[in-house]
């Protein structure tokens, strides 16, 4: 039997989640008809922390938002459904999910709705193999976290030939991982920068990233269908930013680099790096992201993690960014 073991003890990780939606929630977070001056609507973007963010922190760190008259404030979780529950909770009107961690909280919460796409990457999670494991078919123990790195860790093994029920899979935080591979209670994990250079730092190697194996993850923008019905000028307007920082962060990633320190403390030299093996491009959902989606909803109701699909033609907003965005 397939088996989920979570690690014990992120308290920092949630400790940051929690006070962000306390503090949202005391800016009164849940008011999206004003800013505190009254004169402009107040969007909340809840996201993580690290370079997939790259066109936000730009947009936040250059006053892109404020010039196209806007009041959009970001309000950093622990990332992974903690951005999507904050829209949830109303603490946040908008959220940057990616597809397979957006996917189980649809089901849960069947307001939620997927805008559009802003950045996908099929390099940007990488396979970190620890010392002596020269071949898949050694690996015991894998680390994983939610979503797209629980997603790939099974693709993974079965690209290889290997049955996932096989593999004791520990699921954990990205903090956590890379000393759990030092410690060698894992065989390895898959999972972005810092986290994969700090797996080498101990000892790790690099044996592959998820286009390897056919896995591509997309970030999408997500809303609340009862905030969204009132405000879809207003979440296009924020879109179109948000498009426009695409394109600078592809342009000058270094610039984009500085943004992220500024904004999240995130090192230049491994955030420029990661923004390299990111395509920033915003567009509409497509059929394709359609297929996409049910393949990890598959997966996720083969494993029994979520009981139910979610119904597509509702949550995923096929068109609404070339209507609302361009």
Not at 75 to 85: D, R, S
Not at 290 to 319: H, M, N, Q
Request: charged share 20%; with cysteine.
């Amino acid at each position: 039997m397939f088996r989920h073991h979570r690690a014990g003890g992120r308290p920092a990780a949630a400790l940051l989640t929690l006070l962000a939606l306390l503090l949202a929630t005391a800016c009164g977070a849940t008011d999206s008809t004003g800013s505190a001056g009254g004169t402009s609507p107040t969007v909340r973007i809840a996201l993580g922390v690290d370079a997939s963010y790259a066109p936000l922190y730009l947009a936040a760190e250059r006053g892109m938002f404020e010039k196209a008259g806007l009041d959009v404030r970001l309000m950093k979780v622990e990332g992974g459904p903690a951005a999507a529950q904050a829209v949830t909770a109303g603490t946040a009107q908008m959220s940057a999910n990616a597809d397979s961690t957006a996917l189980p909280q649809m089901v849960s919460d069947p307001a939620l709705r997927a805008l559009g796409v802003f950045q996908s990457s099929g390099r940007l999670l990488k396979v970190v193999l620890r010392e002596g494991i020269t071949s898949p078919r050694q690996i015991e123990t894998m680390g994983s976290i939610q979503g797209i790195g629980l997603y790939a860790t099974h693709q993974y093994l079965q690209h290889h030939g290997i049955d996932p029920d096989s593999v004791k899979i520990q699921q954990s935080s990205p903090q956590e991982i890379p000393t759990m591979l030092q410690r060698g209670d894992i065989d390895g994990y898959i999972l972005f920068d810092p986290w994969v250079t700090k797996g080498v730092e101990a000892g790790g190697r690099i044996a592959g990233t998820t286009g390897d194996f056919g896995v591509t993850y997309r970030q999408w923008l997500l809303a609340d269908q009862k905030w969204l019905k009132g405000h879809e000028d207003l979440a296009g307007k924020v879109f179109k930013v948000v498009a426009e920082a695409d394109r600078l962060v592809t342009e000058d990633p270094h610039a984009a680099a500085l943004a992220s320190r500024e904004q999240a403390e995130l090192p230049v030299a491994g955030t420029r790096k990661a923004i390299g093996e990111i395509s920033f491009t915003s567009r509409a959902l497509t059929a394709a992201d359609v297929t996409s989606s049910r393949r990890i909803v598959d997966f996720l109701l083969a494993e029994k993690l979520i009981k139910s699909a979610p119904d597509y033609d509702a949550v995923l907003l096929r068109g609404w960014y070339d209507r609302h965005a361009t």
